[in-house]
Every structure is written in structure tokens, then in C-alpha cells.
């Protein structure tokens, strides 16, 4: 069973920045994509970041630019770094596997920008 486990979330200033992590305890981590999703209360799960196996990475526009996926596969962890956060960024912060998300989810890791 792959176990999900994201961290680094917390209140921020509008403009400000955070580092998320994700530690995927899989043997095969080096072979899997991943994706971090975002979830703000009363919205549908929506998707803000992919990092393929070989690293290439693909992000929404709502995050493009100021949103960094990265990988340590020596860690099995991925990163997502957040700058220039914006308040409709407040969400519950989620990584899976990709294409295909694996079960149970993690317990996500909360995210709230508000001045």
C-alpha cells in the first residue's frame, strides 16, 4: 500500500511564500509521476501541479509562474514551492500519484493566505 504523506502548510501573508512536501513511501517512487492537488472548502479537488518520472513538469494556469515542482528521488519526496500567494490559494494541499491516484489519500496539508 503507498502511503502519502504532505507537510509544510500554514498561515501566510498575501505575496508570500511556502515550501510543501510530500513523502511517498513506494519502492518504485523513481518510476511515477506525481501530482499535487488543492482542495478549498465548498470547491471540487482541482489539480495545480505534475511531475513526470523523468521531471518534466506541467502546471494550470492559476499557478503557472509562481508555483515550482521539483522531485528528490533519493528521498522519495516532492516539493512544491509556492510564491506570490494569493488568498484564493487557501486550500487543503493533497500530492498522488499520477495518471492514475492511489487509496487511501493523505491527510493533506492545509494552506491559508490571509493578511
Known amino acids: 500500500q503507498v502511503q502519502l504523506e504532505e507537510s509544510g502548510g500554514g498561515l501566510v501573508q498575501p505575496g508570500g511564500s511556502l515550501r510543501l512536501s510530500c513523502a511517498v513511501s513506494?519502492?518504485?517512487?523513481?518510476?511515477?509521476?506525481i501530482t499535487w492537488y488543492r482542495q478549498a472548502p465548498g470547491k471540487q479537488r482541482e489539480l495545480v501541479a505534475i511531475?513526470?518520472?523523468?521531471?518534466?513538469?506541467n502546471y494550470p494556469a492559476s499557478v503557472r509562474g509562481r508555483f515550482t515542482m521539483s522531485r528528490d528521488n533519493a528521498k522519495k519526496t516532492v516539493y512544491l514551492q509556492m510564491n506570490s500567494l494569493k488568498p484564493g490559494d487557501t486550500a487543503v494541499y493533497y500530492c498522488?500519484?499520477?495518471?492514475?491516484?492511489?487509496?487511501?489519500w493523505g491527510q493533506g496539508t492545509q494552506v491559508t493566505v490571509s493578511s
Open positions: 511531475i513526470t518520472s523523468g521531471g518534466s513538469t
Open positions: 498522488n500519484l499520477h495518471p492514475i491516484p492511489t487509496t487511501p
Open positions: 513506494v519502492s518504485a517512487f523513481r518510476t511515477l509521476g
